[in-house]
């Protein structure tokens, strides 16, 4: 018997910092967090950039000399994660995590092979390698905080945040655990990587100045803005929620991922991949395309991507459904994104309206999309993620049941 999924706590660090109402604030008022970047011998870029972010006064600080940068944010989200859900009361050999990452703890390895030409090998640090894996991210999170239960570091590019969710929601669902930290985690702005996707004609341009640079969906998009952060979010078994009386979010009632089997980086221009994601998502959560009252799309405002993405979301019976990308504020955080617009999703439930996509002056797309803040009341919203060689991911929430878990505490 499938058991329910519940939403208990939500963390994030991003370039609005690592408060998730601070973060609400943001989204809901299509502030941005983007900023003008410069990274030793390239160009000026725009980015979303976490600073002031202290990790030892979240964790121990002896722990986070020994983490990469990715570590430490994902760690922290987790930190907070945990401490909004409260105790679950639950064995840690049944409590997991699944955390996304695709670039790994890049600035470790960037900074190992400047220490290599110029000091030589005896002076390379011994953690080079574990800290540079793409499971150095989960591996910082069940480290610091005690958790045995399983799993996973999903690497499926941008849609690996998205990915980790669904996994997670899987493992608690099918009673292979009763808890899981699950989301994404990414610290890749790294000149190596960013010149990467400068070379590959993805990251914007500064013509409209860094505030204006990520606009999704609007027709004079240009590119991705780079962003690094974490999104974690803890999943828990929806009646041992309920019988410690925790507060909950949402429910988790969908998940799906396909893939387009095509180029190396471009999606599938008519939107089947994604479509059929989305569809089924939809069909794991018993639902039609008409019960979903809000999208946060993966659209990262590049002119194929967004363009694709549209056409899968009327293909998925979603073209009327009202739909932001909320990557006009954020930025886009690769591996960390689905994560972290999972937790921009709950606002939704928790703060009652839609969320907006900022600088959307001329769509030109054929969606419904949200332009401002917008009260409403929601039921089911669907979250995307999609990644380079075509992976294509979606997650479907439910409203919490009437009456149950007072949102009045909700930052």
Same mark, same amino acid.
């Given at each position: ?16 910092? !690592? ?6 604030? $943001? ?45 430490? +944010? ?9 401490? !909004? ?6 064995? #840690? ?22 220490? &290599? ?14 800290? /540079? ?44 655990? !009763? ?11 790294? *000149? ?13 341009? @500064?013509?409209?100045?860094? *505030?204006?640079?990520?606009? #999704?969906?609007?027709?004079? %998009? ?17 009646? /041992?929620? %309920? ?32 479509? %059929? ?33 549209? @056409? ?39 703060? $009652? ?10 769509? !030109? ?20 993620? +999609?990644? +380079? ?17 007072? &949102?009045?505490?909700?930052?």
């Amino acid at each position: 018997m499938r058991r329910r999924v519940a939403v208990t706590g939500l963390g994030v660090v991003s370039a609005f910092g !690592d408060d998730v109402g601070a973060f609400w604030d $943001g989204l809901l008022a299509a502030r941005s967090a983007v900023s003008e970047v410069r990274l030793e011998g390239l160009p000026p870029v725009p980015a979303c950039v976490v600073s002031d972010l202290d990790g030892g006064a979240v964790l121990d600080r002896r722990e986070v000399r020994r983490m990469d940068r990715v570590g430490v +944010f994902a760690a922290v989200a987790a930190a907070h994660a945990l401490a !909004d859900a409260g105790d679950p009361r639950v064995d #840690p050999w049944r409590f997991g995590a699944a955390i996304g990452n695709a670039h790994g703890g890049i600035a470790t390895l960037a900074e190992s092979h400047r220490t &290599l030409l110029e000091r030589g090998v005896d002076r390379v640090s011994p953690f080079t390698v574990p800290l /540079a894996l793409t499971n150095s991210a989960v591996a910082a999170v069940t480290r610091v905080h005690g958790l045995h239960g399983p799993t996973a570091a999903p690497a499926t590019a941008c849609a690996a945040g998205t990915d980790a969710i669904g996994w997670a929601y899987e493992r608690i669902r099918d009673g292979r655990a !009763d808890a899981m930290v699950a989301g994404g985690a990414e610290a890749a702005l790294v *000149a190596p990587i960013v010149a990467g996707y400068l070379r590959l004609g993805a990251v914007a341009s @500064l013509a409209r100045g860094a *505030a204006g640079a990520s606009r #999704p969906f609007d027709a004079a %998009r240009d590119g991705f803005v780079m962003a690094e952060g974490a999104g974690a979010l803890v999943l828990e078994d929806l009646d /041992a929620a %309920r019988a410690r009386g925790a507060r909950v979010y949402a429910e988790v009632v969908g998940y799906a991922q396909r893939c387009d089997a095509g180029h190396l980086t471009s999606p599938d221009e008519t939107g089947e991949g994604p479509a %059929r994601a989305m569809e089924a998502a939809l069909a794991d959560a018993g639902i039609g395309p008409e019960a979903v009252g809000y999208v946060n799309a993966h659209a990262t405002s590049t002119p194929v991507g967004d363009g694709a993405e549209a @056409l899968a979301l009327q293909r998925a019976g979603l073209g009327a459904t009202p739909v932001s990308s909320t990557k006009g504020q954020h930025g886009h955080s690769l591996a960390a994104a689905g994560a972290i617009e999972a937790v921009a999703t709950m606002a939704v439930f928790a703060r $009652g309206a839609l969320l907006p996509g900022a600088n959307l002056e001329a769509p !030109d797309v054929d969606l419904a999309l949200v332009r401002a803040a917008t009260p409403a009341t929601v039921e089911y919203a669907m979250s995307t993620g +999609f990644g +380079f060689g075509g992976h294509d991911a979606a997650l479907v929430f439910r409203t919490p049941d009437a009456g149950y878990a007072s &949102l009045t505490a909700v930052p």
